[in-house]
T-cell receptor, first 112, second 112 residues
Framework: DAKTTQPPSMDCAEGRAANLPCNHS???????VYWYRQIHSQGPQYIIH???NNETNEMASLIITEDRKSSTLILPHATLRDTAVYYC?????????????FGQGTILTVHP | EAQVTQNPRYLITVTGKKLTVTCSQN?????MSWYRQDPGLGLRQIYY???????DKGDVPEGYKVSRKEKRNFPLILESPSPNQTSLYFC???????????FGPGTRLTVT
């Protein structure tokens, strides 16, 4: 699997957009980018995934660069409840591939 | 309610005493997986299963066993627990090929 690099921590003001970067410069053509988050010590929660087009759902937007070597998860209006660890994962084919590797993630702190 | 359940949620045990952590899902998912989470190391996959009687190693399988005799259950077995297996354990499930895994609430295991 391609390796991902994320900043260890970021801050964001409540109500502002949170932009979380992820570098995956060794990504292969068949590998997807997807994001999970973990609030405190709860089980991780799926956020979004994409291959090469930008994606948006009710939780977030995912912007993938044209060369696919990096991506940004955008939480458009961060709230205090968005404080969590955010994991960027690269893998071909979701759970069909089987083995999934979570990195260290980014600790996002949303402050009032 | 669709969910992944784990039991027990908390367990303190002694070195060498065999234990089993159960995981059950009610969503008819083919894929199930176990992870452990340790400070500074993130989430690491222990074992996964893509269907009944099909299991495979993740990144850190040493010291663990699993079985998948029924689609809904995926127990994690520690035959001879050691202190380095003290960790927070998560079970997850999904439809095969999906990018969205559903995680259980976690089991905090302490081995003394």
């Amino acid at each position: 699997d391609a390796k991902t690099t994320q900043p260890p921590s970021m801050d964001c003001a409540e109500g502002r957009a949170a932009n979380l970067p992820c570098n995956h410069s060794t990504i292969s053509g068949n590998e997807y980018v997807y994001w999970y988050r973990q609030i405190h010590s709860q089980g991780p929660q799926y956020i979004i995934h994409g291959l090469k087009n930008n994606e948006t759902n009710e939780m977030a937007s995912l912007i993938i660069t044209e060369d696919r070597k990096s991506s940004t998860l955008i939480l458009p209006h961060a709230t205090l409840r968005d404080t969590a660890v955010y994991y960027c994962i690269v893998s071909p084919g979701g759970t069909s591939y089987g083995k999934l590797t979570f990195g260290q993630g980014t600790i996002l702190t949303v402050h009032p | 309610e669709a969910q992944v359940t784990q039991n027990p949620r908390y367990l303190i045990t002694v070195t060498g005493k065999k234990l089993t952590v159960t995981c059950s899902q009610n969503m008819n998912h083919e894929y199930m997986s176990w992870y452990r989470q340790d400070p500074g190391l993130g989430l690491r996959q222990i074992y996964y299963s893509m269907n009944v009687e099909v299991t495979d190693k993740g990144d850190v399988p040493e010291g663990y066993k699993v079985s998948r005799k029924e689609k809904r259950n995926f127990p994690l077995i520690l035959e001879s627990p050691s202190p380095n297996q003290t960790s927070l354990y998560f079970c997850a499930s999904s439809f095969l090929g999906s990018y969205e895994q559903y995680f259980g609430p976690g089991t905090r295991l302490t081995v003394t």
